[in-house]
């Protein structure tokens, strides 16, 4: 027992000593607890008010959700912020006893917003005035931008979910702890990029390669030694989900609980109905280009082939004269390198915070399944539709149970078709 | 040549004087593979029957379809006139048609004296509210305690009585999976390679026990490999091979058909591949 | 804070409401897992179902206490076989996927604005617990026990709290004791052996399914009871995650594992957590805010499900072999 | 095309999977440079454990196994085929879901700059492969699967290749055709073990045979002797043909 505590053990020494150089760099960074001083509220929800180009001055907003309300006037430029303690969905409103008189609300019920603070730090709120001349957006265009979302989205799923069923694949561990590469790497994204302000490109590559180094020493410190201790693939689940929750509240030790701010800035790039950003076409480029890069690998290289027929079957593989444990670390860095490149680029476009990587993990198990367990373009499919089927579905109920749609489809597929739609019948017996 | 079991000549598919077992066209394909076609068989009552064959021949596929643990793709078998078709597994057992396994599976982590508990049927106290009124059971759990000692001794098992299961050799535990099917005064017992395994030293008593059951007033059906055994103790021998049933018979005179010794020796071509040169057998793709 | 402070702190946590919710979902757990091999990780979802049925029945319907309990004893339960009819048949992992996904989908669907009306949406429910807290006998003044000081309703909460407590360790020994429970160890074991011996197996897992959630139901129900507050965010993956961790420290097929565990994992929670926090004080640990202390309980969490799991499979009182996990 | 110069060796062995029972009880085997060896005996004789154990897939309790007079007992397995050993299981022998080319290459994963030379050999031996390298193998029948194994095995240029049970599952003609490629693969001068349960056949093309009974070597000789031999009947359907 002791010889195999010494690689958990290095593992952990390693991990502590990182904290006390890490945390001591970082000590500057404010801790998530709500303090009565709005100024310090992490979250923004501004807008302005205008009718024909002409400022409305003196309007009193209210921003208010459960119990908690805060109120704030337009200034001379029409401009109102208001900062709120917590996230979630704020109802914004007019007073409308306050506009003044020459200036009209373009609709009755349009004192009344909402500003959506669930995925973002930051929402602007539009309130028409003037003649009713608001374009209502038609259902194509709608659909349009929704698609569009559930694409990009869906292209960031899938080179996490690539991951995921690499090492499922290899290993047939279900790694509950896949999340958090995600989180690393849109932290790290947000240590070099923003707070020490390194080039985009240098800044990106740094992280996803400390996430890579991550990904090796899990491997190392943890799954091989509980490989040859022959654990139980239940086991190594319930290993993972408290690895998982362990380097979850480390990040959230290290970076704190507030939402970080890590897109810089990003030009606004109009396409039909389609707002999009420069940052966002570029991430979709390099998504499309890593799920390539993926297929080459497991296709056309040595180790990719190999990859496959330890997946397909490993005791198979080691009679063939493949090191089946030196390919399994191969696979845990490839997993890990795309996991935190997801990471980076979710983080560039919808900013992150310490649970976002936990949040979208199952997300990532539905896509998995979806395309059938341990069939990585099955995956890269899967979250393609995974990730349309949360950014649509907002058309047709809330988008704060988007997520709810995507887990009610992972349940049915797991019952029906447990062998994912795109995967095969496997014999049984 | 006539016998006491089949209606007529002992032939693959014939007619049983009393069969307790009836299939009809049960096939079961994986993939584009047919694991098992077997158009007609009877199993006869009262008798010791042993399914021979070689690896792959599709003999525990077989069982597997018959009890309930695998759904075939086509068929329909009927046990003791009722149809058995699509039924759960839990259901054929309740019937009387006891199964065991291959590899076995004695509850490791349970007592063995638990493990044979187990094997009882119509205990009330299994029933979840039941379970709570100790004296709505507990009578019960007694006359079980003391069958699943009888059998214990009888399979010399008794000393272990305590022990987890986990605890047993491999023979042991096939002793114990065989002790615990008898537990529910099964009408039919199939069993699965029950000397796989097996240490030889165990092997007579194993065989002495199915004989018993004959003595008994039981069915059995088995599958084996040990042709020692299956000449010794079984009244009748049915052969697959390839999913097919190629012969059946008294065992004296199955094993001397050619269809059985060619099914083990190998197929029946004339050609001595030894002297065939290569390139005249064209290798089709 | 000095040492006796400290100490009083774990033993008020040792028995405090919060501890007894966690328990009494740890023993369904053991139900669950322990004796029947199902691996839930959604135990979360009938806890909450538990609390929301309960406080949906007293806020909306205006039930007294006991049609309360016995809606929210219904709504987990219909959980349970709603849940259990299509996956029970699935292979252990895929099932702990499935209950995972199914109490996420469960949390964001009663925590939206959409539900507000029946659930209160993100605020959640509060203030239900009259009918419960009139039922208090003791009268009114402060209870000194030993360290603790407790006030007569807080002292009511408590005795109920364990009163469950102890109702659910014998209603689990008296079932695992019986003919039924044995049942459930063998398909712990090896289905398919049982099923060759005319079980229904499938049955047998529904209805621990079931046992396990409404013992949990009840523990959500204390969770929340003595705050009066249901928030959507008492019932996230780390409630689930607790409970497994308290249930494999304490022993996965033992009555007295999740009891003692819950105790024991709590008070020591409150006894690292206070350290730290004097030694962040006293400036000893210059990296640490104080805040963040209340976070490294659930690295602790973390990191003790794991190290159990690779370690000490069998917990506190588990047998040897008795806890090995399949697969 | 044989020689007398010992390639594999294995002497008394033990060995078994479950603690405290041995399938095989004593069982001793030499393949000379360049024979064809059939191992056969009834099922559950522990042929297959015999082939496993060589390849260092079952626990070897006591005895030994050599080759080339060097002691490889215990090696595992991606060190036995950097010796030249190759092993065919009986079943999942190939990876299903790479192609026929893939299912080679992987053959010759430890060296790939010998891969176009290997290719251009087992392609002349199995034309098939080649005309069909771009098909999934999980898509094949079973006696293609075999070709592919076989091949795949053929890939790292092996001193001795072992084969279990070439011919399962395979209809009589492919098993046939099955069994003419192991002696052409033999002939190409590679030593081959094989184990089998179509006796007839393989004592058919083999050079040299092994009957085992219940883990011991319990008789050997040229296939033709044995092919002949009265006894071989009665180990596989024990002396019950005599009873009447």
Known sequence: MNRLLKGPARAIGALIAGFLIFAGLLTASPASAADADPSTFAYTIAGTLQQDDTPITGVTIIASKDAEKFETKSDEFGEWTIMVPTDGIWKVELDTTTIPKEFNLANKDGAVNEADLSQTDFAAVLFKFGTDVVVKQSFTDQLLVRVFAGFNFGLMLAIAAIGITLIYGTTGLNNFAHGEMVTLGAMMMWLFYSFFQWNILVAGLVAVAAVTAFGWAQDAGIWKPLRKRRLGLNQMMIVSIGFGIVARYLILLFFAGDTKDISGAATVIQLGPIFTSDVTLVSMVISVLALLGVAYFLTRTRIGKATRAVSDNSSLAASTGIDVERIIRIVWVVAAALTGLAGVLYGLQFQGNWSMGYDILLLLFAAVTLGGLGAPLGAAVGALIIGMVVEVSTLFMPSELKYVSALLILIVILVVRPQGVLGKKQRIG | MANDISVGKAEPGCKKIDPILVADNVTRQFGGLTAVDVKHVEIPRGKITALIGPNGAGKTTFFNLLTGFDKPNTGTWTYEGKDLAGMPSYKVARLGMIRTFQLTKALSLLTVIDNMRLGAQGQAGEGFFKAFIRPLWSANEKRITAKADELLTRFKLDAKREDYAAALSGGQRKLLEMARALMSDPKLVMLDEPMAGVNPALTQSLLEHIKDLKNNGTTVLFVEHDMHMVRNISDWVIVMAEGKIVAEGPPSQVMKDQAVIDAYLGAHADTDLGTVAINKIKVGK | MDIIQILSLALNELVAPMTVGYILCAIGLAVHFGFTGLLNFGQAAFAALGAYGYGYAVLVFGWDLWGAILFGLICAMAFAALLGIPTLRLRADYLAIVTIAASQALRFTVGSSTAAPITGGSAGQSQFGESFYALNPFPEGEYNLGTVTLTNLELWMRVVAWGLVAIAALFVFALTRSPWGRVLKGIREDEDAVRALGKNVFAYKLQALVIGGSIAAFGGMVFVMSSQANEPTNWGTNFTFITWTILLLGGAATILGPIVGGMVFFALLTLIESFLEILVNAGLLPFLLIEQVAQIRFLLVGLILMLLVIFRPQGFFGNKKEMQFNG | ?244
């Open chain 4, 1 to 244: 095309m044989a020689s007398k110069t010992p390639v594999v060796e294995a002497k008394d062995l033990h060995a078994g999977y479950l603690p405290g029972i041995n399938i095989l009880n004593g069982c001793s085997l030499t393949a000379n440079q360049g024979e064809l060896i059939g191992i056969i005996g009834p099922n559950g004789a522990g042929k297959s454990t015999l082939l496993k154990a060589i390849f260092g897939q079952v626990n070897v309790r006591s005895g030994n196994i050599l080759l080339n007079g060097e002691d490889i007992t215990g090696l595992k397995a991606n060190k036995l085929v950097e010796k030249g050993v190759a092993f065919v299981p009986q079943t999942n022998n190939v990876f299903p879901s790479l192609t026929i080319e893939e299912n080679l290459e992987m053959g010759v994963f430890q060296n790939p700059k010998d891969f176009k030379e290997r290719y251009d050999f087992v392609v002349s031996l199995f034309p098939d492969l080649d005309k069909r390298k771009a098909q999934k193998a999980g898509g094949l029948s079973g006696g293609e699967r075999q070709m592919v194994a076989m091949g795949r095995a053929l890939m790292v240029n092996p001193s001795v290749l072992l084969l279990d049970e070439p011919s399962a599952g395979l209809s009589p003609v492919r098993q046939d055709e099955a069994f003419l490629r192991v002696r052409e693969v033999n002939q190409a001068g590679v030593t081959v073990i094989m184990v089998e349960q179509n006796a007839r056949r393989c004592l058919q093309i083999c050079d040299r045979a092994y009957v085992l009974d219940q883990g011991k070597d319990a008789h050997t000789g040229t296939g033709r002797e044995l092919l002949t031999d009265p006894k071989m009947i009665k180990l596989y359907l024990g002396d019950l043909a005599d009873q009447k």
